[in-house]
């Protein structure tokens, strides 16, 4: 009886803290069509529904008010969970200021803006970019925080990414539109949600999950996809 009472309590927690986020996310512009919400070491995805874009339901999206719900009669209030899995992020936790070698995670609302690995193309929903032996996310000043390609030993890339070189962490991975616009030196690069590293529970600042997680994320998540990291 305790085991039930405990498993209905948990669900009816679970259930309210969804309808929060249900709330939460109609605030989101109209063109945020997926979101990959971080949040107490969780990733979860979700959907805009079709209820959100009934007749007479758009002019509420972004507004702070339910999408769809009143107009379209939708319980979702236009947005569905598709999963929700443990992740892992910066050893420092979050940050909303975050800067090179703290060890934080960005905090905040960051487009999607490359899908790439070094596994072949799983069948992204959006363009896919395939990492060779040359690829590399610059950390250095003159191209900072940008993907570039550079014969090894060329060039000195000592504070770069060599993306070849993690063939576990980067199998399959997602770039964000953290410090691109304008680009500032010093504030991050290479800030990713990627593969889990086996015994490996944070990141120097990146997202990361078990790999059958972000392959669904690379196959399900078309544009107008975000990251939301939230406390």
Not at 72 to 95: D, Q, R
Not at 120 to 136: E, F, L, N
Request: glycine share 10%.
């Amino acid at each position: 009886m305790k085991l039930i009472i405990a498993a209905i309590c948990f669900m009816s927690m679970m259930f309210s803290r969804d309808n929060k986020t249900v709330e939460e996310l109609s605030t989101l512009p109209k063109e945020v069509k997926q979101v990959i919400l971080v949040q107490d070491h969780r990733l979860s995805l979700w959907n805009r529904t079709a209820d959100a874009w009934k007749s007479g339901s758009q002019e509420n999206c972004g507004s702070g008010e339910c999408c769809g719900k009143e107009k379209a009669g939708s319980n979702s209030c236009g947005w569905e969970k598709a999963f929700e899995v443990p992740c892992h992020y910066g050893k420092n936790g979050l940050n909303p200021d975050r800067h090179d070698g703290d060890g934080t995670t960005p905090m905040g609302l960051f487009k999607v803006t490359i899908v790439f690995g070094n596994a072949p193309d799983p069948g992204s929903a959006m363009p896919y970019r395939q990492i060779t032996p040359t690829s590399w996310w610059s950390g250095e000043k003159e191209d900072y925080n940008t993907w570039v390609e550079v014969e090894p030993g060329t060039r000195d890339m000592s504070r770069s990414e060599h993306l070849y070189r993690f063939k576990i962490s980067y199998k399959y991975a997602m770039a964000i539109d953290f410090n691109t616009n304008p680009v500032v030196w010093g504030k991050g690069f290479a800030i990713f949600i990627h593969c889990d590293y086996p015994g490996d529970e944070t990141t120097a600042g990146c997202v990361a999950i078990e790999e059958k997680y972000m392959l669904r994320l690379v196959k399900e998540c078309g544009e107008g996809t975000y990251l939301w990291v939230k406390e």
